[in-house]
């Protein structure tokens, strides 16, 4: 069932066989697998087809540098696109496609792309499909039909995801061996510790290393640590979580994936968890990453990075093949020849382009009579669908030029090994710089730029030894700078099953070639966008000599694995076409996450039902129960309108307003903002807010008053009272109740902090019941109160406090409709009640609810703006016909901006009302009002309808527009231009069409 | 995402704070005195720095008091608040 | 030297002979020490004005001087959306000369910008959403701009993975449709424009910042780089991210605030989003790249960075409102975000023109807005220069206009980051 499972060893549990499928065949592996490494197991070498050629590929890599083995998992609902089948821990029953290759993975009709491979050199695209224009998207849609490495599932997602806030003084990133010694230390001092791993299982490199701790297996030492580790309180360990994303200060993103496996913890809970931590230090143990070497079709599946092969071997107890043959510029690689040679396989040659080889490493292989070629390159590898044979030569000293003396050696399996890669994406994240280390032919991190340090392979330090001892010097170190005590413990005594003193590695970007690199078949540097030496020299040549140019130019590191595998490959064949040192050609940045993070955790919690909070006023239940209709404003859900069975909006409205006309009605305005300002300043406070003069407001008094934005554009407007000497109170729009609270306190306490000013949001302590109507008084008058409802004692424009039917009341004698109407503050809880006891009073006067729109109509038939639709944030109140409003006598907000020559201009956008000339229907709001029809573009505009509705009361539709020089042109005819071509007739008119002059609201 | 020490609360996430641009921008005494291009200056110049910005934000999620932060407008680091 | 033409026989020449005899794209010449133009900043905005000089004012002995690499700033890091339906006329007539020009750009340089004009939504989720895209849409068409108003059922049929279900939080209401907009291939478009410009003899000059700007008697006279000092009398600046830093190198103060802007893109999926999703009241823009990759941009910081980096929770914003939209994306999964730095000025409209020092241009603040005007700024950018006036199309966007109160403010009409 599995030919290439060894029959012995790795951390698998034989005993509890797996079934899964890819691509529609079953297979079968076991618990502790990946799906990489039951692929293996099972003998599939092609996983893959690479992005423009559709060249057949294998697994490469073990961990997150892999570029190949990407698979869509599960179906439906739940699929998950493009995943790296080396990250995907092996489940009963788990499903896995390849998106790529049509119709199959080993018959791909697309690779017929390789042929005309010449002509896709890099930068291909842009140099053709120009002409004729119209064909580009023709073109373009077999691109994106070609493109693509997974399928987006189609339905909403099923799971859900959390953001978890978590603190802690020591963040170590990584669960290997440095990581572990860092956190140990770190938590043996009592700091609380948190320490994240990507994998399944804590451990990292310890898990498939072949060295002894303390003279026991790593495996044993892992172990104790690991309980050591979990006994602590305050240390949390993250298996299946990897440290994605550095920010600044010291904030830090962790992806928990909890519930990608079935047999995964928290079964029931969030799918995955985002960690959004904040941390005193971080430790950065994140490892390296194992180069490939680039050599004439290297892409061959059964090539596969050396480390890569050695953990299948040993942790998985998988052997990808029979005869294999090492290809290295270092003595890491000949670990690799070790453990194939320990598990019977046969090593063909190992080729080490150092003539003078590996240390004692090399020792046992020999007596084990496997050949070492030391001196020689790999120029070639054979085998579409999988490696049959390599082709190898002898190289000068400085591995820069090939001999000759050419041999083919037979293999099924090709283990490289180009030296290996400090994984400083979180180092670089967090804004430090890297730089280039000639010994160890690698990019080391420099001087942490926040309070972070790395530790291990990532800081370029490879030996099991020196991780340790660096994990707990900056394990202490971090618990030390947090204020905790180290204390003393030993580092495990590192000993090794094999010989130790090593070669130094022999830098080897790509291999040396007879003739040019692009004369000899394609050397890929990312494998996943197929880009090659080729390509990057060729991008060179055009010009594209920045390390950013060519990465663009050529694609290289844009595939899903981010350039883990490539990039520092390519940069050096950079360096060789430049002539320059890899340390000029200088780096990119490395951008956030680490690895791929789902939208969903990105989101967590706020999507669907939670996406933005949803606010009721008080009396919402019975609204609903009512039948109301509802319109969103802002954040609030407001009635927009009642209907009774058979109406629609306009039937509604009408009979909605023709109450509020002629008999009663009832309104809730709890949503408009309302703030309290009290102190011996208020007053003088209020004149340099509002327009109008406020002194001369009586105790009992109320006025209309607006605001501006210091560049003199009306920012909100309501009503401001006197409720007391120093108290005052003043009402905003729903919309802006926050903004002008905001906008207060701050010209409060940064301007004028010397003034005596307290301001406090009531929005929500004081629920607005308007009562609107000629026989809203009578109402009033024949309930139980202690204010006198009578004209002259309770005059318009004022406010009197009292119980009403027995709740405590404040009442403003205010009219946003232009009837006789009274707005009733109540505290929120009684609110229902008090409106329940209107409602019941007012039956004899037919009460009538009316919601959002009615009351547009009742403010628009009286020429009462609303911010924000009859406004936009470039009209002034001089547009407004406010004049009346602005205060001579003193200067306030925005008053200086009124004088700038624009906005004295007479052909400004000024408030109007339009009558509609031909039919009954309203004009479209929106609508865009010209002189005359017809015209070329652009026609000249002169405004637009600001509102428009049709008014019930007055028989006929109303509109309210923003027209140029409107106010002088009273009675011209001008035009709404519909988006259907046809031109309207509209009236010029007071924008003041119900009871001009005030009548009914000082009744 | 920024940590912010707020003089009245202590250290909390930017997520709390509302940003208020350039600080030290006095409002005139007397608007009418000033030239339109006096007053422009005063409504929209900016200095904007590439470097140290001392700049206005507001606890808005908690005790919604004002305060100035001296901070690096490259590194985002916060040099003094006061 | 003659300039290559690409084509599809220029491919098949150069594939016969293995890609081995293309000519460079661009030179890289020393700067001379004295040219009649400077364009400061080599990014999309920076290399137009430069070809546009050449080509349409015959000024040829230009150069361009880039601080770092060409389109490395924001022209590289931006959502390459384009359109033209802005509200106010000037602004409309200035995108749609941008949008004109981009529609014949890849022949005009011989080099494919791959422009798409796969169309533009820009969603309303309230009654006051669609009464502003009613207006905008109006003036659009009287300003000979395409735009449409289409209903949920009209976005749902082009849209298939769209959320129009109204009982979401925000439902979607109707949207304004330009079909005409798109997307571009950011990178080919300053390469491009770098190509056609050096064929025209513009020296384009990479790795020379600017780092002083030398005046005599309120005129300009060159600048100072770190490759030495270069003399002109007309100098051209538009360095997106930094212009207020460059005018301080000449004593002017500038009304411009610099911020992050952030964006990120998913992993690379088969076509599933064939057009461009904007939304203000949810915010959030999306498109998919022809390799397959979900491009969404974020809101914008609120405070002023030049780390061309933001901060996370503006991440998690943009992602919850795409999948308010989406909902089935919640399984796509990021791979990488970055940031860019936006010039934001009070009336979201930008400044081209002339500044209080003669022969000094500036054209900067155009927000998250400049992508879409790449070539129409370079083209009215190259005018003022050339002429030492402003072309009318960008005449209303001078500096003087905060004084005298004449802003355009776009804030209102497109509430989305542009």
Same mark, same amino acid.
């Given at each position: ?50 992005? &423009? ?60 792309? =390789? ?122 360990? $993250? ?16 992806? =928990? ?33 194992? !180069? ?110 090939? &001999? ?96 130790? =003193?090593?070669?130094? $590695? ?346 959002? =729109? ?40 925005? &008053? ?7 906005? !004295?201009?007479?052909?400004? &956008? ?18 865009? $009002? ?74 | ?82 | 030297?003659?300039?290559?033409? *690409? ?27 004295? *040219?009649?133009?400077?364009?400061? %900043? ?43 339906? *802005?509200?106010?006329? +000037? ?29 533009? *939504? ?86 020379? +910042? ?7 008697? %309120? ?11 270069? +003399? ?34 998913? +992993? ?36 002023? %960075? ?113």
């Amino acid at each position: 069932m599995q030919p290439d499972r060894l029959s012995t060893g790795g951390r698998i549990d034989r005993s509890l066989p797996l079934t899964f499928r890819f691509n529609g065949r079953t297979c079968q592996g076991y618990a502790g697998d990946t799906l990489a490494s039951a692929l293996l197991a099972n003998g599939i070498r092609v996983v893959g087809r690479s992005f &423009k050629y559709h060249r057949p590929r294998g697994i490469m890599a073990i961990g997150a540098d892999e570029p190949n083995a990407i698979v869509q998992l599960g179906t439906g609902a739940a699929t998950i696109p493009g995943l790296r089948a080396t990250e995907v821990e092996l489940y009963d029953g788990l499903v896995a496609t390849t998106a790529r290759g049509w119709p199959g993975l080993k018959f791909d009709l697309l690779s017929v792309n =390789e042929f005309f491979s010449p002509l896709l050199s890099a930068g291909f695209y842009y140099k053709t499909f120009m002409a004729p224009g119209f064909l580009w998207r023709w073109y373009e849609h077999g691109f994106r039909h070609a493109s693509g490495l997974g399928i987006s599932p189609r339905e909403t997602d099923p799971d859900s995801y959390e953001h978890y806030n978590a603190h802690c003084d020591v963040l170590v990133a990584g669960g290997g061996p440095a990581g572990l010694m860092a956190a140990l230390a770190a938590a043996k001092s009592g700091a609380r510790v948190i320490i994240a791993d990507e994998q399944g299982e804590m451990g990292g490199s310890l898990l498939s290393d072949g060295a002894t701790l303390n003279g026991n297996p790593a495996g044993v030492w892992l172990g104790k640590a690991l309980d050591e580790l979990q006994r602590c309180p305050e240390v949390i360990i $993250l298996p299946r979580s990897t440290v994605s994303g550095y920010y600044d200060h010291n904030f830090l993103t962790i992806l =928990e994936r909890c519930r990608d496996h079935p047999n995964q913890r928290d079964a029931e809970g969030v799918r995955q968890r985002l960690w959004r931590v904040r941390a005193g230090r971080v430790i950065l143990a994140q490892g390296s990453h194992e !180069r490939p070497l680039v050599f004439p079709d290297n892409d061959r599946p059964g090539v596969m990075l050396a480390s890569a092969l050695s953990g299948y071997i040993r942790r998985y107890g998988v052997c990808p093949g029979r005869r294999a043959v090492i290809f290295a510029n270092n003595d890491g690689a000949y670990l690799t020849a070790l453990d194939l040679v320990q598990v019977g396989a046969s090593v063909s040659a190992i080729i080490d382009c150092r003539e003078y080889g590996a240390g004692a490493v090399a020792e046992p292989l020999r007596e084990a009579g496997v050949d070492i070629y030391q001196g020689y390159i790999v120029t070639g590898a054979s085998g579409r669908n999988g490696v049959r044979s390599v082709q190898v030569v002898p190289v000068s000293a400085d591995a820069g030029a090939v &001999k000759s003396g050419r041999k083919i050696i037979h293999c099924d399996l090709l283990a490289i090994s180009g030296g290996w890669n400090p994984a400083v994406h979180l180092h670089s994240q967090a804004g430090g710089r890297i730089h280039w280390d000639d010994v160890r032919s690698c990019f080391i991190p420099g001087a942490p730029r926040q309070d972070h340090v790395s530790v291990g392979a990532c800081n370029g330090s490879f030996s099991l030894d020196a991780c340790l001892e660096e994990g707990k010097q900056a394990g202490q170190e971090a618990a030390r700078a947090c204020g905790f005590e180290p204390a003393p413990f030993s580092t495990p005594e590192v000993g090794r099953e094999r010989p130790g =003193e090593a070669h130094p $590695l022999q830098p080897l970007w790509r291999v040396p070639l007879p003739r040019s690199p692009r004369r000899h078949p394609k050397q890929f540097i990312d494998y996943q966008n197929d880009t090659t030496v080729a390509d990057v020299y060729q991008a060179v040549q055009e010009g594209y000599r920045n390390v950013e140019h060519v990465k663009r130019y050529t694609a290289l590191g844009f595939g899903t694995d981010q350039g883990k595998l490539g990039n520092i490959n390519g940069m050096a064949v950079l360096a060789e076409c430049l002539g320059k040192p890899v340390a000029e050609v200088g780096t990119t940045t490395f951008r956030p996450p680490y690895t791929a993070v789902s939208f969903g955790a990105c989101a967590g919690a706020a999507v669907g039902d939670l996406y933005d909070p949803v606010r009721k006023t008080a009396l919402h239940d019975w609204h609903e129960a009512a039948g109301a209709e509802f319109e969103v404003v802002g954040q609030w859900l407001r009635p927009w309108y009642y209907p009774r069975a058979g109406e629609g909006l306009d039937e509604a409205v009408a009979r909605e307003c023709l109450a509020a006309r002629r008999s009663l009605a009832i309104m809730d305005a709890s949503t408009l903002g309302k703030i309290e300002v009290q102190g011996p300043d208020a007053a003088t406070f209020l004149e340099r807010i509002y327009t109008h003069n406020i002194a001369r407001i009586e105790t009992g008094r109320c006025a209309y008053g607006i605001m501006l934005g210091e560049d003199g554009m009306v920012m909100d407007d309501g009503v401001m009272a006197r409720l007391g000497g120093q108290h005052y109170y003043l009402t905003t729009t729903t919309g802006g109740a926050a903004r002008v609270l905001g906008w207060l306190e701050q010209w409060l306490q940064t301007e004028w902090p010397e003034l005596k000013v307290y301001l406090t949001s009531v929005t929500e302590r004081w629920s607005t019941i308007a009562l609107v109507g000629p026989d809203s008084r009578k109402l009033l008058q024949g309930m139980e109160s202690d204010i006198d409802f009578n004209r002259e004692d309770f005059p318009f424009m004022s406010v009197r406090s009292g119980s009403l039917a027995g709740f405590a009341t404040r009442i403003f004698r205010v009219s946003f409709s232009g009837e006789l109407a009274y707005e009733i503050n109540v505290e929120s809880d009684f609110a229902p009640a008090l409106w329940q006891t209107l409602m019941a009073a007012g039956q004899q006067y037919g009460i009538t609810p009316y919601g959002t =729109e009615s009351m547009h109509v009742l403010r628009a038939e009286k020429g009462f703006i609303i911010v924000g639709q009859d406004t936009d944030g470039s009209v002034t109140p001089l547009d407004l016909g406010l004049t009346w409003l602005l205060s001579r006598d003193k200067d306030y907000l925005g &008053k200086r901006s009124l004088a700038r020559p624009d906005c !004295r201009r007479p052909d400004r &956008k000024q408030l109007v009302g339009l009558l509609c000339e031909e039919g009954p229907e309203a004009l479209p709001e929106g609508a865009q $009002l010209v002189e005359q029809p017809g015209g070329e573009p652009p026609v000249a505009k002169l405004g637009h309808v600001t509102s428009s509705y049709y008014s019930a009361c007055l028989g006929h539709p109303i509109a309210l527009a923003l027209v140029s020089a409107g106010r002088a042109r009273k009675d011209d005819v001008i035009h709404a231009a519909l988006r259907n071509g046809r031109c309207v007739r509209a009236r010029i008119v007071s924008p003041v069409f119900h009871d001009p002059e005030g009548e009914r609201q000082r009744a | 995402m920024l940590l912010i020490n707020c003089p009245w609360c202590g250290p909390r996430d930017e997520s709390e704070f509302g940003y208020g641009g350039e600080a030290d921008i006095a409002r005139p005494a007397n608007p009418d005195a000033l030239t339109d291009e006096e007053w422009a200056d005063y409504l929209f110049m900016r200095k904007n720095p590439r470097g140290l910005h001392r700049e206005q934000w507001v606890h808005e999620h908690g005790c919604r008091r004002w305060f100035v932060l001296e901070r690096d407008t490259v590194t985002y680091e916060i040099t003094d608040a006061t | 030297m003659t300039r290559q033409k *690409y084509s599809i026989f220029s491919l098949l020449r150069n594939a016969v002979s293995r890609n081995e005899n293309w000519q460079q794209a661009w030179r890289s010449p020393a700067p001379r020490k004295k *040219y009649d133009a400077l364009i400061v %900043g080599g990014g999309g905005h920076g290399l137009a004005t430069a070809y546009y000089l050449a080509k349409e004012h015959g000024m040829r002995n230009v150069a361009v001087l880039e601080k770092g690499w060409i389109g490395g700033g924001n022209t590289g890091r931006n959502t390459t959306i384009v359109r033209s339906n *802005y509200l106010w006329t +000037e602004a409309a007539l200035l995108y749609e000369k941008s949008l004109k020009l981009w529609e014949g750009l890849s022949r005009d340089l011989n080099y494919n910008v791959m422009f798409s004009q796969r169309g533009v *939504y820009n969603l309303g989720h309230s009654l006051q959403d669609m009464r502003d895209i009613e207006r905008r849409v109006g003036a659009n068409r009287l300003d000979g701009i395409d735009a449409e108003v289409v209903t949920p059922e009209q976005i749902k049929a082009a849209i298939p993975m769209i959320n129009t279900s109204p009982r979401v939080r925000y439902p979607i209401l109707g949207a304004s449709l330009q079909r005409r907009g798109g997307v571009a291939r950011h990178d080919a478009v300053a390469w491009g424009f770098a190509r056609a410009a050096d064929a025209l003899g513009v020296d384009i000059i990479q790795q020379c +910042e600017v780092t002083g700007i030398y005046r005599d008697h %309120g005129r300009v006279t060159g600048v100072e780089t770190r490759r030495g000092r270069i +003399e002109a009398d007309r100098v051209g600046v538009v360095v997106a991210g930094h212009a207020s830093v460059l005018a301080g190198m000449a004593g002017l103060r500038l009304p411009l605030e610099s911020h992050p802007l952030q964006a990120y893109v998913s +992993e690379p999926l088969k076509p599933v989003l064939d057009t461009v999703v904007m939304s203000g009241a949810v915010h959030g823009y999306i498109s998919q790249s022809d390799k397959g990759e979900l491009v969404i941009g974020a809101g914008i910081d609120a405070y002023n %960075g030049y780390g061309q980096r933001g901060s996370f929770h503006t991440i998690e914003h943009a992602m919850q409102a795409i999948i308010e939209l989406f909902p089935a994306f919640s399984r796509v999964r990021m791979l990488r975000q970055w940031g860019g730095i936006v010039d934001v000025s009070p009336d979201a409209c930008p400044i081209i023109g002339k500044t209080p020092v003669q022969g000094l241009y500036f054209n900067c603040g155009w927000g998250t807005g400049g992508f879409k005007a790449t070539p129409g700024s370079g083209w009215a950018f190259a005018h003022t220069i050339a002429r030492d006036e402003p072309h009318d199309l960008n005449a209303p966007f001078s500096l003087e206009r905060f004084t005298t109160g004449a802003l355009i403010d776009e804030h209102g009409a497109a509430a989305v980051a542009h």
